[in-house]
T-cell receptor, first 111, second 115 residues
Framework: QKEVEQNSGPLSVPEGAIASLNCTYSDRGSQSFFWYRQYSGKSPELIMFIYSNGDKEDGRFTAQLNKASQYVSLLIRDSQPSDSATYLCAVRGSSASKIIFGSGTRLSIRP | NAGVMQNPRHLVRRRGQEARLRCSPMKGHSHVYWYRQLPEEGLKFMVYLQKENIIDESGMPKERFSAEFPKEGPSILRIQQVVRGDSAAYFC?????????????FGDGTRLSIL
């Protein structure tokens, strides 16, 4: 089992709709969770991080964390073509050391 | 620009040569992480360092690869006797600490090409 798993996609969503990205992790003691966006040929850019159960909202983005089920999700409301990118889920494990990344989900927003 | 600085942006080496990749963390950050990314793949953790200490090198290949973060100067990822399979993007990230609310911020990466 991979430490952090994501559906590779591509996930195609019409412009203006809600894009939902999911991530599961194997280390039950994981402490904090991050979502990064990566455009092709560019470096990862932090979108949000969350470390408490529940929802965290920032503009059009909402991160949701459910530690009991070991999943974290990212919702993007009012999707824009500029949201088309690969979204990377990252988890800091119980050892509070390294951060492990999932393989990413490619999101495509169609006009 | 107070962000994570990596150089060079692009590095070309012939098989058997050495590659040195440099990373200067953001101001105030003392934790550095190195990742490797192959085309169309995710980020693979390599090594986590604090000043003068390697904290976790579980992702580093056992041979040819080494990393350091000296008291003064940037962190260095060194690849000896490079092979074609070392061609990848190498990203450095930094954080002020390892607590849950301290995310990593990435540099622009070094694209390593092996001829």
């Amino acid at each position: 089992q991979k430490e952090v798993e994501q559906n590779s996609g591509p996930l195609s969503v019409p412009e203006g709709a809600i894009a939902s990205l999911n991530c599961t992790y194997s280390d039950r003691g994981s402490q904090s969770f991050f979502w990064y966006r990566q455009y092709s040929g560019k470096s990862p850019e932090l979108i949000m991080f969350i470390y408490s159960n529940g929802d965290k909202e920032d503009g059009r983005f909402t991160a949701q964390l459910n530690k009991a089920s070991q999943y974290v999700s990212l919702l993007i409301r009012d999707s824009q073509p500029s949201d088309s990118a690969t979204y990377l889920c990252a988890v800091r494990g119980s050892s509070a050391s390294k951060i492990i990344f999932g393989s990413g989900t490619r999101l495509s927003i169609r006009p | 620009n107070a962000g994570v600085m990596q150089n060079p942006r692009h590095l070309v080496r012939r098989r058997g040569q050495e590659a040195r990749l440099r990373c200067s963390p953001m101001k105030g950050h003392s934790h550095v992480y190195w990742y490797r990314q192959l085309p169309e793949e995710g980020l693979k953790f390599m090594v986590y360092l604090q000043k003068e200490n390697i904290i976790d090198e579980s992702g580093m290949p056992k041979e040819r690869f080494s990393a350091e973060f000296p008291k003064e100067g940037p962190s260095i990822l060194r690849i000896q006797q490079v092979v074609r399979g070392d061609s990848a993007a190498y990203f450095c990230a930094s954080s002020p600490g390892s607590r849950g609310n301290q995310p990593q911020h990435f540099g622009d990466g070094t694209r390593l090409s092996i001829l």
